[in-house]
Structure formats: C-alpha cells, structure tokens
C-alpha cells in the first residue's frame, strides 16, 4: 500500500516535518509502520530457519529491524536529515504515478533529462518488499531489509558473530534505520569489494555501477582497488603497485589544470555550502555576498596534496567533543575511533603488516581520505563521507587479512 | 557452482519454505489472530476523521501599470519579460504569510476557529490552552503565560497549515490545505486568498501616497525644467498605481480554480489500515508458533 498522497497526508507519531500539525489519528503511523516490521521480522524468522542465521545473528537483527521507529520522531525530528523527505515523496511517487515528484521533475529537466541520484536511489529502495509506503519510516524499513540481505551474503564470507560487530557500528545503525541513501552506497560499495577481493571483476562491476549515481567518488576510490588488481596486480607485486603509482603521478601531473579546477570547485562549493557570515546569514548567498573564494583555492598540485595530509588528522577524529552539538557527533566520533582501533586490531592479530593486499586496499582507502581531507567543510556531511568510505574498506580488509592469514597457515601445514 | 548443486539448494529452500508454511503460517492460531485483526481495523476507521484535500489555483496577474511610452522602457520590459514572470508573486506570497493578514481576518475567523464557548463573542476572550510541561516551565521560571489567543495564533495557523505550490513556470499558484470540516476550510482558504491580495494592495496603495506627497512637496523647490518634468512624470505614474488599485477585484491574483474540496477523504486510508493490522496480527501469530517450536533452540 501506498500513500497517494505523501505529499498531503503526512502520517507522524507527534509532529509532521514543515509545521504540519500530524493526521488527527497518530496511532496509524504505528499501524502501517509495524506491519513493515512484521514483515522484516519474518524475514528474519524464516533465514534463522533456514540456517542463515545463527540464534544471537537472529536476536540481534530482530533488535535491528525495531531501531527505524527509535530514530526518526523519536531520537530525533526527522527534519535533523531532510534528505529523507526527498527519497520518500520519490518512491510513492514512482509507485503511484510512474513519474517523479514534481520537484525532482524540474531539477531532471534543468538537467537535461538525467536521471536525478535520488530517483536512482528511488528506485532501488522501492524493489524493497515492504507492504506499506506511508512515513519517512517506510524508507528506512527498506534500508533495513536491503542491509539484512547483505548481511546473509555476507556471512558466506565472514564469521556472523565477527559480521555483527561491524553492523553495530553506531553510525551504521543510524544510516540503516533512516530513509536515506548511505546506507544503499555502504552496502554496495561492501559487496563490490569482496567480489573484488574475490576477484570475480565481472560481478564486482555489476554492483560498482549503481555507485555511479549513488555516489561517484566512492566508485573512483574503489576504482582504483578494482584496476590496481585487475590490470597491475598491485595486490601481489610490488612492481605492479609501483606502476600503479607512477601512472597515477603521471596522469596527476598531465591533468593538473583540470584537477586543482575541479578540485577548487568542489572546496569553493563545499565551503559556501557551511558558510556563516559575520551577520549570521548562512549558506551559498552568504557566500556570494560575503565569502571569499580566494582563501579556498589552491593553485598547485603541491598545494592540494599538502592542504589534504594537514586536514587529515582532522577529517580522521572529527567531530572533536568540544564541537559536538547533537547525539549523531557522538556516534561519529565513537565510529572513527572504533574504526582506527578495529584496523590496528586486524593487521595485528591477522599478520596483516605484510600482506600486499591489505596494504593496498589501505592505500586505496587513504586516497579516499586525503580526497575527502582536501574538502573538508561541513562536519556533518563530512563524517557521513568518512564512515561510508571506511566501513566497506574495514570490512574489505578484514576478510581479505583473515583469508590469507588461514591460506598461509594451510599452504605451512601442507 | 553446479547445476545439481543449484537444484539441491533451490529444493532445500523450497522445503523448508514448505514446512514454515504449514508449522507457522496456515495454523488455527494465525486465523484467529487475522480475524481478530478486523474489529482492530474497524475501531480505528471509525474513530478516525476524514481528512479532506480543499485546494485553489490563482494566477498571478501582477503587472505594475505602465504609463512610459520610451522606446528603453519597452526594452527593459521586454528584457526583464521571464524574471518578472519567476517574480510577480512574490507580493502576494509574502502578504498572505504577513502578521498584517492574520490581524486583519482575525475578528473575521478566531471565533469560528477556536471558540469552544458558545456563549463567548468576543474575539479577545478565547482562551489560550497549554500544556502540563509548558505550565510547569512557567511555574518553575516564574513567568506568565498568555491566557488568550490572539492574530499571533492566527498568523501561526495560516503559515503553518497553508500550503502553496508553485508550478513548474511560476505561472499558476496552487493554495492548500487539509481539513475534517469541508466547508469552514473552503471558506477560510478563500478570505485567506482575498485578504492577503488586499494587503498587498493597501501596502502598494500606501507606497504610492507616500511617492506622490513627497515628490508634490519636493517639486514645489525644483526650478529645472528637465526634473520638473520627471517629477511630474512619477506624480503621474503614482496616481494611475492607485487609480488601479482602488477597487474590490483582486489585483495581484485571479482566480483560476476557487476553493474546492475532493470528494473523497485523503486519510484514513481503509484498505491500508485493514491489509497493515491483517500483516502485523498474522505476524504475531507466526511469532508465537514459532516461538512454541523453538523456545529450546534459539538461544
């Protein structure tokens, strides 16, 4: 079932987005939203039965498929990430009329008829099995069922008490129980690597394309993971790792002007974007009025590699505690730190120092850091950067570190 | 991965899928529970209002009087042809989310809106409700409360439960909003419209006295016969502005489509109240058949 009309009849436990006072009936926010969780839930009954999962596997993803009504109306208004408005007037959008919401409509034809990252996502959120697209809830309840998918796939490969671990990474638990995308871009960004780290290219293609809309730069950085294998074999030889690098020096050094452009655009964009000006107006206008894209640019490739190696300390542990101003700069703050701590702990207790591949995949990890420490402006955005590039690098390399630490161990015993 | 194991794998699932089926699912407990969904269903259809979708379009229509004749004029009329198109409803807009329309259609609506008192007539005796927490935070912090309503609570409800949509050019302005009372809401929405027109058009009226008094009292010093003329020129374009705005129809609108309501409620959703409880209730049935089979195992 869907709400035809999304964009009238907000359904809300307490108070709608926008001022809109909710339907006289609050508890039918509850009734729609508990038949998804049914359903989710029944999904999860039937792979425990079918031995997908193991008992506490089990538990864990039941207490997991409850956490969308603890977010949004709960913890916290879902206006704190507006994003999710878009995503669910778009999906009961599709499903009702076949044609996008009028908004997105008029930013497809600004843009020539492309398809718009939202529609994408749209569209992919709406293959989700869920019986009612009513609230913004609905949404997460899809990301849900698409994280739990993954999670089955996944324990073909990785031990599901050890899996566990990683989907209880707070931020990820956030980004699976909202309406939003991130948690589309996590998943697939985690299925592409292990195909890669399989090196099934073929497959790990499949599942790069949707990267493409979803999120760009996240396809470049594991790009290089897939082409570094795939043509270099950097994974293996040191020869082919430092072919890699050299080409990519040369290809830097050949685009330069288009690259600091392109770049300087982007922190010129990202800066506007979390501009405060003296008089408290904020944002693009602000900006232009008040800014000055001078301090932001960068004239030399130097300039850019130096600006992205002394941002990276800070782009690594931000939010700091002194800045954190709502419950989300927490759970940013504790994934970074658990993150760092979970990678240190891999690389020693697998003897992974040595292994070519995992130092590899952390090369590929850290372009994607310095990229992202280059840009750095709005802290929020910016740690929702960093957790989707990490937690499918950390996953990445803790199953590659793992299966070469038990390959070596077999290749001693025979 | 072979075919015979890809068979084996699809037959095993379908097993199991069969045997879920018959232990969890088709079992006396679930139909009863789905039955037991359906007074659930009708409590709630019937307790809960109709919502109704009550719209208007208008067309702004904003076109300030143009009393120049020179060839640059012209020009820059034909120039500026498609901003002033994304722009001619700016006024309108503005006025209908102003204080000034809320107080002026405040003696008109608060009783309609808010009165719960039969015998209260007047406007400035509504009484303001608050909450347990926001009586509690005015006890503690020692400050006092509003006892009664006032336009501030109007211009709230209008910014609040108006909504506007502009279409894809900016030409038509689709005005909404969502009621259980059809015909107080149509109502409300049309003196909304009206009244925010009105205002935009006191204040252009208002702008235009003040022009046409200080250009008459600065003209009385200019000798230049080059500003004189000027001068006379905006005296004259000042008063074709009132002139224009002096009258009851609607000037910065025009109605395309006036207030209507759907004929059919946009909430409660029937069908989706009875398919979710349906869900949820064959849910709990199957949680508890499965909870019976494997309370010993699924820890």
New interface residues.
């Given amino acids: 079932?869907v709400?035809?009309?999304s964009l009238?009849?907000p359904?809300c436990p307490n108070s709608c987005p926008?001022?809109?006072?909710a339907?006289?009936?609050p508890?039918?926010f509850y009734?729609?939203e508990?038949?998804n969780f049914?359903?989710l839930?029944?999904f999860v009954?039937?792979a425990?039965?079918?031995k997908l999962l193991s008992?506490v596997s089990?538990?864990a993803w039941l207490l997991f498929c409850t956490a969308p009504f603890f977010f949004n109306y709960f913890f916290t208004a879902p206006q704190v990430f507006p994003d999710q408005f878009q995503y669910f007037h778009e999906v009961t959008s599709l499903k009702t009329t076949g044609e996008s919401v009028?908004y997105i409509?008029?930013t497809e034809?600004l843009k020539g008829g492309a398809m718009t990252v939202t529609t994408f996502a749209a569209k992919i959120l709406g293959w989700a099995p869920i019986?009612?697209w009513?609230t913004v809830t609905s949404t997460a309840f899809a990301n849900k069922f698409f994280a739990l998918i993954t999670f089955i796939w996944l324990t073909k490969y990785i031990e599901q008490h050890k899996l566990l671990i990683f989907f209880l990474l707070p931020s990820f638990i956030i980004y699976s129980s909202m309406g939003l995308r991130d948690n589309l871009i996590i998943l697939t960004s985690i299925i592409s690597l292990i195909h890669i780290a399989n090196s099934r290219y073929i497959l790990a293609s499949i599942f790069l394309a949707p990267l493409l809309w979803l999120k760009p730069q996240m396809l470049l950085f594991i790009g290089i993971y897939f082409l570094g294998k795939l043509i270099f074999s950097a994974h293996k030889s040191l020869y082919g790792l430092s072919a890699l690098a050299l080409l990519s020096l040369i290809i830097v050094g050949a685009t330069q002007v288009f690259l600091i452009d392109y770049l300087n655009y982007y922190r010129i964009g990202f800066a506007a974007e979390n501009f405060v000006a003296d008089n408290m107006t904020i944002g693009y206008a602000a900006f232009d009025r008040y800014g000055d894209k001078s301090d932001y640019e960068i004239a030399s490739v130097f300039g850019l590699i130096g600006t992205a190696f002394y941002n990276l300390p800070y782009f690594l542990l931000m939010p700091m505690p002194w800045t954190w101003s709502n419950p989300f700069h927490i759970a940013n703050f504790l994934d970074s730190i658990l993150c760092m701590i979970g990678l240190g702990y891999i690389i020693i207790k697998y003897q992974a120092k040595r292994n070519q591949e995992v130092i590899f995949l952390i090369l590929c990890m850290g372009v994607g850091m310095l990229a992202y420490a280059l840009l750095v402006a709005n802290v929020s955005t910016f740690a929702r950067y960093r957790f989707e590039l990490v937690m499918p690098y950390l996953v990445c390399i803790y199953y590659v570190a793992k299966r070469d630490m038990y390959s070596a161990k077999a290749l001693e015993l025979k | 991965m072979e075919i015979k194991q890809i068979k084996s794998i699809i037959k095993r699932v379908l097993d199991e899928t069969k045997i879920i089926f018959l232990d969890y699912v088709f079992t006396k407990k679930v139909l009863w529970l789905a039955l037991a969904s359906l007074p659930l269903s009708t409590y709630l259809i019937i307790t809960a209002s109709p919502n109704f979708y009550i719209s208007a379009v208008v067309l702004p229509v904003d076109t300030d009087p143009q009393t120049q004749t020179k060839v640059e004029s012209l020009a820059s009329v034909f120039s500026s042809a498609r901003k002033d198109g994304a722009q001619k409803n700016t006024k309108w807009l503005s006025s209908l989310r102003s204080t000034d329309t809320a107080m002026e259609m405040w003696d008109r609506w608060a009783l309609r809106l808010y009165n719960s008192d039969p015998k209260n007539t007047d406007v400035n005796k509504i009484p303001q409700n608050h909450t347990f927490m926001q009586k509690l935070g005015s006890w503690i912090g020692g400050y006092s409360l509003p006892k009664y309503k006032t336009y501030h609570d109007l211009h709230q409800y209008i910014r609040t439960q108006i909504k506007v949509d502009i279409d894809f050019d900016a030409y038509e302005i689709r005005v909404w909003i969502q009621s259980t009372n059809v015909e107080l809401a149509a109502d409300f929405l049309n003196d909304v419209i009206i009244t925010a027109d009105r205002n935009a058009k006191n204040i252009a009226k208002e702008r235009s006295r003040v022009i046409i008094a200080a250009l008459k009292k600065d003209l009385v010093g200019v000798k230049n016969s080059s500003i004189m003329t000027v001068f006379s020129e905006k005296i004259n374009n000042e008063y074709y502005t009132l002139a224009s705005l002096t009258n009851d129809l609607p000037y910065y609108i025009t109605y395309l489509d006036r207030p209507h309501a759907n004929p059919y409620p946009s909430s409660p959703n029937i069908l989706a109240i009875l398919f979710s409880n349906l869900i949820t209730f064959i849910f709990i049935g199957i949680a508890l058949n499965f909870w019976q089979k494997n309370k010993h195992d699924i820890w």
């Fill in positions: 079932m709400n035809h009309a009238l009849v359904y926008d001022g809109i006072p339907i006289e009936n508890l039918l009734v729609f508990l038949a049914s359903v839930a029944f009954l039937i425990y039965r079918l008992p089990m538990w009028w409509a008029r034809f019986p009612n009513m």
